[in-house]
């Protein structure tokens, strides 16, 4: 009971700081993690995309129904036919949030600033470079002019983030965009409260708004919450101070039960269409240890994924294969299940030459002259994963290897990767619906790229550089499943589980159409039951 009372006592105070409102004004929602830096151009910070979400728009947007392009600042496009020319209608009418116009000049801006150092995009860049130059048509008319065929640009020019050149462009300190954020979108920032919350009021001059058929975006404020443990998180949507959690299959099994649930707050088990994802243990592979494949391997067979997904994901997960969900067409559904057996792993570090050999239980070897211990540390950016690390730790003891979990703040982790200064680390990547492998998995992506492990295979390469030009999917997805073949078999990941199932929670007062969409549980479209709210 006593290693519960810290818990419960940050949950009262963080409640108690944060009075609820007699007027059903507010959403409120958990990004987990405070953004690392809230600026948004070149920023892949997960948490601080969830803010932008609501901020910023592209060109084009997907429906949620069928995955398809529908309008968003531009209103109709054209694509040559030899798919290196791309028309875009703007809308107009359409204003930032200081009231400004948005025109042809802010879609240049933001493609071309993807190419200049001084703004930081070097770690989105490859995903735009098949496209050559945007070319200003008139003041509500452009054209981007792709360098080559790659299968993808059309998507990179209609998904593309557009920002306001007149607020973008200004010379100030970084940190002065880390404060401010400008967009087109239904919300525009309001308050960003450091280690607390930012607080998005309702863009009533938003172009959306004035469309009748438009249905989204129904709250008049909404409340983005940084609380990254679960079970605070939990007590909080029970107290009335979050509206919507998304749920891990512990959370939903064991921790959302007892007196309130169906009736004050509701737990939902759902199915849909969306990007899946999947956690893992990253190796930097230019460690001097671990740049043995041997070495790796025999750490994968020492992770019992079966244990951890009974204790922990009670049935609702399965082992993963690869960096790639399943039930996607991309998935290689030739990869094998790498099993916990450790035996064989023992067998794997005696042939890359660790042994005992000072009788301590740690296996040891000379490199470069010098004893090396079998002993790798891992950055844990979550408390609630430690406990699968320390199923692996334990195991790995008894085959002689040394695990060391170090749980560590997020920007602090992420500052870590960027520099490449981490023996292992624990993350979790969401896969594209149409996966591209390059940004993660190519060895140029290892300098600005995420692929910050040093993955580096040249035939892996020229298939992936193959794949970017082939438009017929299913001859794309054979190139790209001998892809996933080499990089499972260097083994630059302990992938874990996949996730079946959507698992979600919410309060009472929210009403809404469906559980999920296609392609989005749909939050977007959610309002309130009723414009009083009540204590729950």
Known sequence: MMKLLPIVLICLTIIACNKRPKMNSAFYTNIGNEPSKLSPIGNTDGAASDVYGYLFEGLLTKDVHDYSWKPALATKWEVSKDKKSFKFKLREGVKWHDGKEFTAEDVKFSFDILFKDKFNTIAIRSYYEGLKEVKIINKYEVEFIAKDEFWQNFDRAAGLTIYPKHFYEQDKKKSYFNKNLLGSGPYKMALYSRGNRIVLERNEDWWGFKDPKQKEWNFPKIVLRFVSDKTVALEMLKKGALDFLG?????????AVGPGW????????????????????????KHPILKDKKVRKALYHLVNRKLMIEKFEYGYSVPAKGPVYPSSPYANRELDVIKFNPKLALNLLRKAGWEDTDGDN??????????????????????????????FKEDAKKAGVEINIKLIEWNSFIKLLE??????????????????????????????????????????????????????????????????????????????????????????????????????????FWDFKSKMRKDI
């Open 262 to 285: 169906g009736k004050k707050y509701h737990k939902v088990l759902t199915q849909n269409k969306t990007a899946k994802g999947y956690n893992f243990i990253g190796w930097n592979m």
């Open 362 to 391: 740690i296996l040891d070897k000379i490199i470069d002259g010098k004893k090396k211990k079998l002993s790798i540390t891992i950055l844990e950016p979550y408390e609630g994963f430690m406990k699968y690390l320390t199923i």
């Open 419 to 524: 520099e490449r200064k981490f023996d292992a680390c624990r993350l979790a990547w969401s896969v594209p619906l149409d996966w591209n492998p390059i940004q993660i998995w190519h060895t140029d992506s290892y300098k600005g790229g995420s692929n910050f492990v040093g993955f580096s295979n040249k035939e892996a390469d020229k298939l992936m550089i193959k794949a970017k030009y082939i438009h017929d999917r299913s001859e794309r997805i054979k190139v790209l499943n001998k892809v996933q073949k080499l990089i499972v078999e260097e083994y630059p990941y302990v992938w874990f589980t996949y996730k079946a199932s959507t698992m979600y929670a919410h309060t009472n007062r929210i009403k809404k159409e469906v559980e999920t969409y296609n392609y989005s549980i749909g939050t977007s």
């Open 247 to 255: 749920l891990a299959p512990e959370d939903y099994v064991k921790k």
